[in-house]
Nanobody, 122 residues
Framework: QVHIVESGGGLVQAGGSLRLSCVTS????????VAWFRQVPGQEREFVAG???????HYADSVKGRFTLSRISAKNTVFLQMDSLKPEDTALYYC????????????????WGQGTQVTVSS
């Protein structure tokens, strides 16, 4: 059975940093891609960043240069380091996984965590 658990969200001032963690279990590392999405109430869930089983990373244009993905395969953990945070980064952040490449589409993922809230104050 697959489990995905996110943590690390919180309240931070604009310009600050947070590191989100996504711990997965029940997945075969190397076969699955892990991605972060975020959602604001009333809006679509949008792709933030993803890492493929082979280690290739992909970022949304809105976070390039500010957010960084890293992975510790031995611990089945993916981190999203978020720097230079902006109020528009405020959202519920979800971790998701899929077998195959790290596609930037919500519909491509069938395994989801419960989310962790990130709030950036101005």
């Amino acid at each position: 059975q697959v489990h995905i658990v996110e943590s690390g969200g919180g309240l931070v001032q604009a310009g600050g940093s947070l590191r989100l963690s996504c711990v997965t279990s029940g997945l075969t590392v190397g076969r699955y891609s892990v991605a972060w999405f975020r959602q604001v109430p009333g809006q679509e869930r949008e792709f933030v960043a993803g890492v493929s089983g082979g280690g290739a990373t992909h970022y949304a244009d809105s976070v390039k240069g500010r957010f960084t993905l890293s992975r510790i395969s031995a611990k089945n953990t993916v981190f999203l380091q978020m720097d230079s945070l902006k109020p528009e980064d405020t959202a519920l952040y979800y971790c998701a996984a899929r077998e195959g490449s790290a596609a930037p589409l919500r519909s491509a993922y069938n395994l989801w965590g419960q989310g962790t809230q990130v709030t950036v104050s101005s």
